[in-house]
C-alpha cells in the first residue's frame, strides 16, 4: 500500500505539543483530539470527493457542494490510545460507525529477534464492513507494526474488502511502515510524522512516550 504524511501544518503543529514531554494530562489528551480532528480534514480532502447539490437559501435555489461518501465510514479505535483520537476523527465524521478492539502489546514477553511484539487481542466489536466504505483504523502509534498488523489481519479475515482500508497514526517508526504495507499491501497508511526509528524496546524516536499513559493517567 501507500505510505503517506499528513501535511497540515496545524497537524505539525499538534504533534509538536504532543512530543514535548512538559505537556500534561489534560493538554495531551486534548491535543490528541485535534489532531484527530486535522487528520479527518486530510483524508477528506485528499480521498474524498465533492458533488454538486441543489440547495435552497432562505432567499432562493442555488448550487451547494456535498462531501461523498460520509455515510460510508468505518473509524476503528485501537484501545487505549486511540481513544481521544478518534473522538477528534468524529468531527470530521460524525456519522461514522465505530468498532473498537483491545489490542496490545505483551511487554513483559519483549521484542522478538524479528523486532515484533506478541499481541494480545482481547476485544473485538466491529460493525459490519461494506464494500462501499472507507475503513480508519486509527491508533496513534505505529511502532513494530505488530500492534496493527494483528488488528488488519482480524478485520480482513472477518470482513469483506472495503473501497479503502487506512491506518492513521500520529507517529510511525519506518519498520512499522515497512511491515503494514508489506503484510498488507491493499492498505494505505497515513501518520503525521514518520520518525527516526525505533529504540531497543521497540519503543519509537523521538517519539511522544506511551500515548496512552500520558493520554490517561
Ligand atoms: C501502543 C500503541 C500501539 C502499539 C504500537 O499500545 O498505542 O497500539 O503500542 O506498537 P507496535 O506497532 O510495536 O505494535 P500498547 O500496547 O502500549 O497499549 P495501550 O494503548 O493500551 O497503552
Not at 511487554?107 to 476485544?123: K, T, V
Not at 488488528?151 to 492513521?168: A, F, M, N
Not at 517508526?173 to 494505505?188: K, M, T, W
Amino acid at each position: 500500500g501507500d505510505a503517506s504524511v499528513v501535511t497540515h501544518a496545524l497537524a505539525k503543529d499538534e504533534l509538536s505539543k504532543l512530543r514535548d514531554v512538559g505537556t500534561e494530562q489534560v493538554a495531551f489528551r486534548k491535543g490528541l483530539v485535534r489532531l484527530g480532528r486535522l487528520c479527518g480534514y486530510e483524508i477528506v480532502d485528499g480521498r474524498m470527493e465533492t458533488e454538486y447539490v441543489e440547495i435552497e437559501t432562505p432567499l432562493t435555489t442555488t448550487m451547494g457542494e456535498r462531501v461523498k461518501g460520509l455515510d460510508d465510514v468505518v473509524i476503528v479505535n485501537v484501545l487505549r490510545a486511540a481513544t481521544p483520537f478518534v473522538e477528534g476523527l468524529l468531527k470530521a465524521f460524525p456519522r461514522a460507525r465505530q468498532g473498537v478492539i483491545s489490542a496490545s502489546r505483551d511487554e513483559a514477553a519483549g521484542m522478538d529477534e524479528d523486532g515484533e511484539f506478541p499481541i494480545s487481542i482481547d476485544y473485538v466489536k466491529l460493525p459490519e464492513i461494506r464494500p462501499e466504505d472507507t475503513v480508519i483504523v486509527a491508533d496513534p502509534m505505529l511502532a513494530t507494526g505488530s500492534t496493527m498488523c494483528a488488528v488488519l489481519e482480524h478485520i480482513t479475515t472477518s470482513q469483506t474488502d472495503p473501497e479503502t482500508l487506512l491506518t492513521l497514526s500520529a507517529v510511525a517508526a519506518p519498520p512499522g511502515i515497512v511491515r503494514v504495507s508489506s503484510a498488507f499491501p491493499d492498505v494505505d497508511v497515513l501518520t503525521v510524522a514518520i520518525d527516526e526509528k525505533l529504540d531497543d524496546d521497540g519503543f519509537i524516536v523521538p517519539g511522544l512516550g506511551d500515548a496512552g499513559d500520558r493520554a490517561f493517567r
